[in-house]
């Protein structure tokens, strides 16, 4: 029943701004004790966790992208997305956003999508 599907342009030029959105279905994204979190994958660094918002509305960023990350939500529209901010070619990448039970531990994904910086 809980469905997660990421959204959002497949190509990004240098120096733009990426923004991804995660339409939540089945669940709230204000559900007790759930965090909402964006993952992504590539073959330089693997499963890199981005980022996470908690059902409170907090965010959590890994440190590495803390500068230019930012993640929203629309709690109307059971949504979260991902800002990211001057892309270089070293942000190509499938991203996922995933239901974090917390602890690292992710029980819902999206399919993923393939985000590519190029000129």
């Known amino acids: 029943q809980v469905q997660l599907q990421e959204s959002g342009p497949g190509l990004v030029k240098p120096s733009q701004t990426l923004s991804l959105t995660c339409t939540v279905s089945g669940i709230s994204i204000t559900t007790n004790y759930y965090y909402w979190s964006w993952i992504r994958q590539s073959p330089e660094k693997g499963l890199e966790w981005m980022g996470s918002?908690?059902?409170?509305?907090?965010?959590y960023y890994s440190p590495s992208l803390k500068s230019r990350t930012s993640i929203s939500r629309d709690t109307w529209k059971d949504q979260f997305t991902l800002q990211l901010n001057s892309v270089t070619p070293e942000d190509t990448a499938v991203y996922y956003c995933?239901?974090?039970?917390?602890?690292?531990?992710?029980?819902?994904w999206g399919r993923g999508t393939q985000v590519t910086v190029s000129s």
């Open positions: 918002m908690a059902f409170t509305g907090n965010t």
């Open positions: 995933a239901r974090e039970k917390g602890s690292g531990w992710y029980d819902y």
